[in-house]
Nanobody
């Protein structure tokens, strides 16, 4: 059974930083084609924030470019989201996702992912 577990969410002030972690178990991590981070604010759709392919290609939503960095560690089956210069509008539940069959051109779309975590809350106050 595949398990996806996020951690690292917290409450911070605007301008602060956080690092989210996501560990995948129960599946050969090296066979996953894409790993991503999504977020969902109350009353809004879940949106793609950042993604990385098995080969290391990354992509970001326009709203977070230059502030967020996605990375992965194949040795520990973990991928990360480093978030700097956080803003109140970054407040959301953040979800980790992994895909065994994604198309990298669309790897910021939630429909590309078949494994999901339960989410971790990020709150940014002004």
């Amino acid at each position: 059974q595949v398990q996806v577990v996020e951690s690292g969410g917290a409450s911070v002030q605007a301008g602060g930083s956080l690092r989210l972690s996501c560990t995948v178990s129960g599946y050969n991590y090296n066979m996953l084609l894409c790993m991503g981070w999504f977020r969902q604010a109350p009353g809004k759709e879940r949106e793609g924030v950042a993604a990385i392919t098995r080969g290391g290609t990354t992509g970001y939503a326009e709203a977070v470019k230059g502030r967020f960095t996605i990375s992965k560690d194949n040795n520990t089956n973990t991928h990360y989201l480093e978030m700097d210069n956080l803003r109140p509008e970054d407040t959301a539940m953040y979800f980790c996702a992994a895909s065994s069959a994604c198309i990298s051109l669309f790897f910021l779309q939630k429909t590309q992912y078949n494994f999901w975590g339960q989410g971790t809350q990020v709150t940014v106050s002004s």
